[in-house]
């Protein structure tokens, strides 16, 4: 293969996989007044409450530069390194965590705004358990991450290990408050789930049911 035909290859390959980290857009936002600084995190001061007591389950990302950001967009809560993020160490990146605050009709009932504050704290428990599992990786992994968002098979495995992280956490109630939100209002009760990823059946869930999250708060819940 030609130099120029296969460096066009590789550069192609590797937005291929940086992609789930780019798509949301800049890194950084001008700051806005409405912003409070809480340590080294950006917080939106109308949502406050609800994010502080979700992060008061993580003390591991007590050192942990996260911005939290509202922005119009499809996906009603969305979590990614910085792009700048990844080629550094897991202790000195950056963290964003995007809140829609409109989006299509249909989704409109899920944007953070329309929820109670249970269900707040529970998806932002969810969003929180994204950050825990990236901070994980090293780059090497990161970007295996980014190449296996181009797989629905592994995007299932990979929420079902979040809302895992997120009961693990403690935040098994919040979680199914939420969830129970979501299926009332898509009318999806109790479909099959996320017992069945593994399977070969497409009719499944990539986030836990009510039901399975009551079982994994058991499982978890110290004997």
């Known amino acids: 293969m030609p130099f120029t035909q296969l460096l066009h290859t ?21 700051f806005n007044p409405s912003i409070k600084k809480v340590g080294i995190k950006e917080i939106p001061a109308q949502f406050e409450k609800p994010i502080l ?17 509202i922005k119009k967009a499809y996906t009603p809560l969305a979590t990614r390194p910085a792009f700048t993020s990844l080629f550094k160490r897991k202790n000195r990146r950056t963290y964003i965590i995007t809140i829609s605050n ?14 109670t504050f249970e269900e707040q ?29 181009l797989s629905k098979k592994f995007l299932d495995r990979m929420e079902y290990n979040t809302d895992r992280i997120c009961i693990e956490h403690g935040l098994g109630k919040y979680l199914e408050a939420y969830s129970l939100h979501v299926r009332q209002t898509m009318h999806v009760h109790n479909w099959r789930g996320v017992d069945y990823i593994f399977d070969n059946d497409q009719q499944h869930e990539r986030y836990m049911n009510p039901e399975t999250i009551e079982k994994v708060m058991h499982e978890t819940r110290p004997h």
């Open 102 to 115: 409109e989006t299509i009709d249909t989704l409109k009932r899920l944007l953070f705004q329309n929820l």
């Open 53 to 69: 007591k979700a992060l008061s389950y993580f003390p591991e990302l007590k050192d942990v530069s996260i911005i939290f950001r």
């Open 10 to 30: 590789k550069i192609f390959s590797w937005m291929l996989i940086l992609s789930p980290f780019m798509m949301q857009g800049a890194d950084h936002t001008p």
């Open 121 to 149: 704290v529970g998806v932002i428990g969810h969003e929180l358990s994204h950050v825990v599992d990236f901070n994980s990786k090293n780059f090497t992994r990161s970007m295996a991450t980014g190449f296996g968002h």
